[in-house]
C-alpha cells in the first residue's frame, strides 16, 4: 500500500537546523510531487511548500523563502525538508504528503520538532 | 488569520446532518477546486473530499462535498459519534501557495 514514513522527533536550539526525511513506497515515486505541511501545538495546518519527485522543481511558501530546502533522492525514495535558523515558533508537527496544489492523498504520520533553548 | 475562512466549531447529534462551510475569494476557490481534510485527534490528516465534490475510495457516502463561486462547503449526514474530529479546507491560490482554512472543530453531542 501507499505509505510515507518520517523521521523521528527533534528537538532543537534556536538558530539550529533540522532535517526531516519522509520515505516513500508502494507507488512509483517520481510520478508524484511531495508537499510539505506544518502544525504549530493547538493550531491549524500550515503549507510550506512543494517538490516534484521527477524533476527537483520547487515552489516554496513566501514566509518561509531563504530558510527551507526540499530535496529528494530518488535512489531511495526518499524526500527531505530542511529549515534553518529556528525559532521557537517553528516548533510544530511536519507533515510530508503527496500531491499537489492542496490535493493530498496519502500522509506522513507526522515529526515533531520542538525549538527550545 | 487564514485566507480561507472556517468557522472554529460545529455541532450536532448523532443522525443529524451539518454543514461546514469555507469562503475564499476569485484567486483560490474562485478559480481553482477544493478539498477536505479530516484529522482526528493526534493523527494525520485525511483527504476526505478532492475537486470539490469527489470522494476517495473508503470514504462513506454520508460526506460529500460542494462549491459555488468563492465558496464551499462540507456536509455529513448521519452524523456518528466517530465524525468528530477538525475538518479543513484546502484550496490553491493562483499566488502559486496552497492554502488551508482555519479548521473547523466538531463535536457530536
Known amino acids: 500500500q501507499v505509505q510515507l514514513v518520517q523521521s523521528g522527533a527533534e528537538v532543537k536550539k534556536p538558530g539550529a537546523s533540522v532535517k526531516v526525511s519522509c520515505k516513500a513506497s508502494?507507488?512509483?515515486?517520481?510520478?508524484?510531487?511531495i508537499s510539505w505541511v506544518r502544525q504549530a501545538p493547538g493550531q491549524g495546518l500550515e503549507w510550506m511548500g512543494w517538490?516534484?519527485?521527477?524533476?527537483?522543481?520547487?515552489n516554496y511558501a513566501q514566509k518561509l523563502q531563504g530558510r527551507v530546502t526540499m530535496t529528494t533522492d530518488t535512489s531511495t525514495s526518499t524526500a527531505y525538508m530542511e529549515l534553518r535558523s529556528l525559532r521557537s515558533d517553528d516548533t510544530a508537527v511536519y507533515y510530508c504528503a503527496r500531491g499537489n496544489a492542496a490535493s493530498y492523498d496519502t500522509w506522513g504520520q507526522g515529526t515533531l520538532v520542538t525549538v527550545s533553548s | 488569520q487564514s485566507v480561507l475562512t472556517q468557522p472554529p466549531s460545529a455541532s450536532g447529534t448523532p443522525g443529524q446532518r451539518v454543514t461546514i462551510s469555507c469562503s475564499g475569494s476569485s484567486s483560490n476557490i474562485g478559480s481553482n477546486t477544493v478539498n477536505w481534510y479530516q484529522q482526528l485527534p493526534g493523527t494525520a490528516p485525511k483527504l476526505l473530499i478532492y475537486?470539490?465534490?469527489q470522494r476517495p475510495s473508503g470514504v462513506p457516502d454520508r460526506f460529500s462535498g460542494s462549491k459555488s463561486g468563492t465558496s464551499a462547503s462540507l456536509a455529513i449526514s448521519g452524523l456518528q459519534s466517530e465524525d468528530e474530529a477538525d475538518y479543513y479546507c484546502?484550496?490553491?491560490?493562483?499566488?502559486?501557495?496552497?492554502?488551508f482554512g482555519g479548521g473547523t472543530k466538531l463535536t457530536v453531542l
Open positions: 475537486s470539490n465534490n
Open positions: 517538490i516534484s519527485a521527477y524533476n527537483g522543481n520547487t
Open positions: 484546502a484550496a490553491w491560490d493562483d499566488s502559486l501557495n496552497a492554502l
Open positions: 508502494g507507488y512509483t515515486f517520481t510520478s508524484y510531487g
